[in-house]
């Protein structure tokens, strides 16, 4: 099983990117808001699932290891292919997600491409109290385009030098008391995680 892979991104596309790991490409199926998020030379950390097939070995990769749980859960209900639980997670966050189960809403998920309201009401109904939503979801932070900022904006800050970790800790910080114009935009969102973290690695390095 691989259950994780890092490395340099050598290819990105709609909902696909291609990680480099000790010289070999792997192909990995991610959700769109983290295709969006990653560029060309950057350095990737995904969790991944490895789906077996009889004709076919796919990789599933999410840069949280929630998102990862999620996806399996997913995928263990009725009708619900990998395929279409990626795009649960391209439309809808962790929280939302787990939102929708506890209010046992299934029109969240039949808006998703290819789940159909039959299968909606299916995930409603077998995921029942298998998923909690984290705090931060009253703040509206899990938004799929808030999602999508914060990730470019750890990103961003990977590239200055911080470590994944600190990078994320301090967007998810920092995404919990910006303002809803601030968590839209990734220049915004940029700025006030530059002013708590101060200098980067590298520009310290460099003095």
């Known amino acids: ?5 890092r490395g340099s991104v050598l290819h990105v596309g709609a909902e696909s990117v291609v990680v480099e790991v000790g010289g070999v490409g792997f192909a990995v199926a991610v959700p769109v808001p983290l295709a969006r998020a990653l560029h060309l030379g950057d350095e990737a950390f995904l969790h991944t ?33 990998p395929k279409s639980a990626l795009g649960v997670l391209s439309a809808l966050s962790v929280d939302q997600i787990a939102e929708a189960v506890a209010a046992e809403d299934d029109a969240p998920f039949r808006r998703v491409s ?3 309201p039959k299968t909606a009401k299916l995930i409603v109904v077998q995921l029942a109290g298998k998923l909690h939503a984290s705090p ?14 914060a990730a470019q904006v750890v990103a961003a800050l990977v590239a200055l ?12 910080e920092i995404v919990a008391d ?10 915004a969102l940029l700025k006030l995680a530059l002013a708590q973290l101060g200098p980067s690695r590298t520009e310290r390095t460099s003095v």
């Open 114 to 116: 290819g789940i159909g």
């Open 49 to 81: 699932n490895l789906v077996v097939r009889d004709d076919a070995l796919s990789l599933y990769g999410f840069a949280e290891r929630d998102e990862l749980e999620t996806f399996a859960l997913l995928v263990s209900v009725s009708g619900v292919g």
């Open 161 to 172: 030098g911080w470590s994944e970790r600190v990078s994320t800790e301090t967007v998810h």
């Open 1 to 5: 099983m691989i259950s994780s892979l």
């Open 136 to 149: 931060r979801a009253a703040t509206g932070t899990g938004a799929p385009a808030a999602t999508a900022v």
């Open 178 to 187: 910006a303002s809803a114009s601030d968590r839209a935009a990734v220049p």
